[in-house]
């Protein structure tokens, strides 16, 4: 009973809303005071100003510390006071020079009279014999040992400070190298 008086109460309010939208009222001053703004003269609107030609603006600093970051403290590495390391650039370069290390890859070993060759497929599919003491990869990479698992090599890197610094690489057998 209780919910049936709910809605009926519920209902009655929405019937008295719906009620005042439908008034039967003619309008009439509603009517005048349109009447009255179509009488008035049209309104003139001014022209647009001319459009000026803003200088093309080139941004310099580019180049230049984010103003977001905070300034960076640059020094100058140590550098070691032994001999300096650098890739010899009168030394005839070798056929597997061309070619990044990760590019080649070791796929056996040869042993003949007490000397050890290792057999490296470059990225073209060719294999080439390499012993200790030859050159390979684009970082100036000598041989130093070839053993039947790995050739280990160094290297001769750029340290990003205008020097140079060696770095010791191990090309496994069957692929990948690593650094």
């Known amino acids: 009973m209780q919910i049936l008086s709910k809605r009926a109460l519920a209902t009655a309010a929405l019937a008295a809303a719906l009620a005042g939208c439908g008034s ?3 309008h009439q001053d509603l009517r005048a005071f349109m009447e009255e703004v179509q009488a008035r003269p049209p309104g003139r609107i001014e022209p647009l100003p001319p459009f000026e030609q803003v200088p093309p603006f080139a941004y310099q600093a580019s180049n230049m510390r984010s103003p977001f970051e905070p300034p960076v403290e640059i020094r100058a590495p140590n550098r070691p006071s ?3 390391v650098k890739p010899d ?5 070798q056929y ?3 070619y990044p290390v990760a590019n080649l890859t070791m796929v056996g070993t040869l042993s003949q009279n007490a000397r050890t060759f290792a057999l490296v497929q470059d990225a073209d599919g060719g294999v080439h014999r390499v012993e200790r003491g030859d050159y390979m ?7 130093l040992a070839i053993e039947e698992s790995a050739i280990e090599l160094i290297e ?4 990003g400070t205008g020097g140079w610094v060696e770095r010791s690489r191990t090309v496994p057998l069957g692929g990948g190298d690593r650094g």
């Open 24 to 26: 039967s009222g003619d």
């Open 82 to 84: 032994g001999p300096q």
């Open 89 to 93: 650039p009168n030394r005839p370069k």
């Open 96 to 98: 597997l020079e061309q």
């Open 137 to 143: 990869g684009t970082d100036h990479g000598r041989i």
């Open 156 to 159: 001769i890197v750029p340290d």
